[in-house]
């Protein structure tokens, strides 16, 4: 059953592909993969998992839907967020109430301060301004090098032996992200967009921690795993399923664990950390039909610093984008269960949970199941 699927998002994800839209596949485990097959459309492919759901075991099962979720909302459903996420991400969508966000803010502000960094219409210029900027031609080499130092850390705290090979590319696209990373078995593309962001010494130290020793060691450690045995759970990674929760959190809070004492790397996962909660206020808003003047209001209150058209971008994506109304959730989801996992100190819990981590892709439900099995 599980290679049933895994072929059938194999060909759905190659007609996605053909007709220029995101792919299904983010990131291949399987130690290799036949000839891909053929659906002559996303009817087809729905049809497809629609029938492999009904004979499907309950985590395969699960999985599936996720996929179905997806492809019915790119064929027009429109499904309410909270069933949709529920569907798709595996995760309630709760949100966070509104004093828990003012104190994370606070938490951020504080950080900002201990650097001489004013709270204001400036904040995240300023702070970059105080940081090292690099050129285009600088950030390879600052990346690998950062990676470099943090890997025997890492590799300590979540048990992996598995190894990586990494490749770095520049693209100019007009999109939310900065970084993506994908790729197949132990080869990693990370692709660096440069039409979105300064780049600092401190951010490669960030996006070091992120997106290589993050999602292309536990992508790589995932596959070297699937080398070895014969794992239940699918092969492959896509944004719009239900790990993206592990790996998203876990990529965002990874300094936590491995370098809390860099003072200007923890300002900026504390500062990133609220603005993902403030994002997750705007993408329960505008769903919910809060309009657009009040949704900006509320977010200039909260982030003195976030141009209008930041927001505006940040609205659509949470509520006509079909992929980013799903996977942008996982962001906050999973940056708060890893933060509030390093708050417990608790080393025995957050060994656990790392080495698991890079073990197999954990739905939410896991992570939840997996700690309570570690406290007892």
């Known amino acids: 059953m599980r290679d049933e699927i895994e072929d059938v998002l194999d060909a759905w994800n190659a007609y996605?592909?053909?007709?220029?839209?995101?792919?299904?596949?983010?990131?291949?485990?399987?130690?290799?993969?036949?000839?891909?097959?053929?659906?002559?459309?996303?009817?087809?492919?729905?049809?497809k998992l629609l029938r492999l759901r009904e004979e499907a075991a309950d985590d395969l099962a699960t999985r599936i839907d996720c996929h179905l979720a997806y492809l019915g909302a790119l064929l027009g459903e429109r499904l309410p967020l909270r069933e949709?996420?529920?569907?798709?991400?595996?995760?309630?969508?709760?949100?966070?109430?509104?004093?828990?966000?003012?104190?994370?803010?606070?938490q951020a502000r504080k950080a900002m301060e201990d650097l001489g960094i004013e709270w204001g219409a400036t904040t995240r210029r300023d702070l970059l301004d105080s940081e090292q900027n690099l050129t285009a031609s600088e950030i390879p080499d600052a990346l690998r090098a950062a990676a470099a130092k943090f890997e025997p850390l890492?590799?300590?705290?979540?048990?992996?032996?598995?190894?990586?090979?990494?490749?770095?590319?520049?693209?100019?696209?007009d999109a939310y992200w900065s970084y993506w990373l994908d790729g197949a078995r132990q080869n990693a593309r990370l692709r660096l967009n440069m039409r979105n962001a300064r780049f600092?010494?401190?951010?490669?130290?960030?996006?070091?921690?992120?997106?290589?020793?993050?999602?292309?060691?536990?992508?790589?450690?995932?596959?070297?795993r699937c080398r070895a045995e014969d794992v239940p759970w699918v092969r492959v990674l896509s944004v719009h399923a239900n790990h993206q929760v592990l790996l998203e959190g876990l990529a965002q809070a990874l300094p936590l664990f491995v370098a809390p004492?860099?003072?200007?790397?923890?300002?900026?996962?504390?500062?990133?950390?609220?603005?993902q909660l403030v994002s997750s206020e705007l993408h329960i808003a505008i769903n919910d039909d809060v309009s657009v003047s009040d949704c900006l209001e509320h977010a200039k209150q909260r982030v003195p610093f976030w141009p209008v058209e930041t927001i505006g971008r940040m609205l659509s994506d949470r509520s006509t984008d079909v992929l980013l109304r799903s996977y942008q959730w996982a962001y906050p989801a999973g940056a708060d269960w890893f933060v509030r996992l390093a708050e417990t100190n608790d080393n025995q819990v957050i060994s656990e949970i790392l080495q698991a981590a890079y073990r197999s892709p954990m739905t939410p439900g896991d992570l939840e199941r997996r700690a309570a099995v570690v406290t007892g």
């Open 16 to 47: 996605e592909i053909s007709v220029g839209a995101p792919p299904v596949i983010d990131y291949d485990c399987r130690p290799s993969k036949g000839e891909v097959g053929k659906v002559n459309g996303r009817v087809h492919a729905y049809q």
């Open 84 to 106: 949709f996420v529920r569907r798709t991400q595996g995760v309630e969508v709760t949100g966070w109430s509104s004093e828990y966000v003012t104190w994370r803010g606070e």
């Open 154 to 173: 890492v590799r300590k705290a979540t048990g992996t032996t598995a190894s990586y090979n990494l490749s770095i590319e520049t693209a100019d696209i």
């Open 200 to 224: 600092t010494d401190v951010q490669a130290r960030q996006f070091a921690l992120h997106e290589i020793l993050g999602h292309a060691l536990q992508s790589a450690s995932y596959s070297a």
């Open 261 to 275: 004492d860099d003072e200007a790397l923890i300002a900026h996962l504390r500062l990133d950390y609220y603005l």
